[in-house]
């Protein structure tokens, strides 16, 4: 028999690739990080002998999920302010609170809150835009999670850099520091079109060329980021976006609410990715992303959460039910964005988006594993006739029992295997005094 590291019996095993399928009774094999077989479970008794061996007989197991599009240190600002249009939680609350407090120390903590949110839920793989990136890089890597780390680049100056030449040079840095590691891969992330300038997205074209590493950024948001590209460019964002040569396959499109016909036909035509945030764009009332159109259209479309400020959470299993029940009132069609399409969105569609298809988004052998364990035998999700149903319309995160990244085991039967959980909280707790003090300071010196 053949020895390896780990080897899972399913009661179903969901791969994405192949679409839709859904394998009953069936084993993975991991070795070496890596996902090494996947085969029918009467065979693997026979063939392989493992260091640990889990019975998950009530289980589904699944690609981890990827997070298209999170800021993770804002976990710490998480409800400081809900129920407000986009502009006046930023103005009013958000940037001034960012202002007092953002720091390598914040954007570690948060991160860190984060990341113990998302393990918990399923989550294997982020895709982060924030202040002080090599942060949030090292929260990743101690906990063992992958991460793409958006090299952050914005006109105005803040607390990690005073000019877009600082950023751009903080970020080359950074990318160089990371570009061959095994769970940290560098994304540049310019933070929208109404917030950078044309000269340093045009260097963003050519260095991302260069380094080739994709492009993060929102776009197309709301309706009043369109009047007001219209009137200060004569163009509506997109239109700006592909004079300075952004639509292309290196570009993720982050929230996309606001697009014509020829829009969805230009973005599947040039290649570029759009990241959906369904309850980020209810929250906010930012409009509503064509997914259906942009599916059917041939555009690529991965998931994300957005930022726990302004969602309030992390979790992308809620978020794929939010995204096929959205669709489906969008496009009038009950039959949109099936259960399968949801789960390929927050997956293969997400590695794609980040040019990490080759490494995770399905258990095909050969990939890492990034693999987690979801128990449906609960009263939310039992009888089950469709497991990959039940995963997307009835699953809760609570339900989710194990996650290993490349092949290690962070979450194990519901418990966190490299994160203090108690020291988190704790910090998050002192971070939650001092900021509500400020915030409350702040809204009283404004009513005066």
Known sequence: MEHIDTLLYARWIIPVEPHGEVLADHALAMHEGRIHDLLPGSQARNRYQARTTLELNSHVVIPGLINAHTHAAMTLFRGLADDLPLMTWLNDHIWPAEGAWVSDEFVYDGTRLAIMEM????????????????????????AGMRAAIGLILIDFPTAWAANADEYLAKGLALQDRYRNH??????????????????????????????????????????????????????RPLERLQALGLLSPRLLAVHMTQLD?????????????????????????????????????????ALGTDGAASNNDLDMLGEMRSAALLAKAVAGDASALPAADALRMATLNGARALGLDEITGSLEIGKAADVVAVDLEAAETWPVYHPLSQLVYSAGRHQVTDVWVAGRHLLKARTLTTIDEREILSKAARWRDKIARSDAARARGNDR
Do not use: W
Request: aromatic share 6%; net charge negative; glycine share 6%.
């Open 119 to 142: 393990l918990r839920g399923g989550t294997t793989c982020f895709n982060d835009m924030y202040f002080f990136p090599e942060e949030a890089a090292r929260a990743a890597v101690d």
């Open 182 to 235: 095994a769970l940290v891969h560098p994304v540049f992330a310019p933070h929208a079109p109404y917030t950078v300038s044309d000269e340093p997205l045009e260097k963003i074209v050519t260095y991302a060329e260069e380094v080739d590493i994709p492009i993060h950024m929102h776009v197309h948001e709301t309706a009043d980021e369109i009047g007001a590209s219209l009137s200060q460019h004569k163009q």
């Open 261 to 301: 016909d020829p829009e969805v036909e230009q973005i599947a035509r040039c290649g570029s990715h759009v990241i959906h945030c369904p309850e980020s764009n209810l929250k906010l009332a930012s409009g509503f992303c064509p997914v259906a159109r942009l599916l059917a259209a041939g555009a690529n479309v």
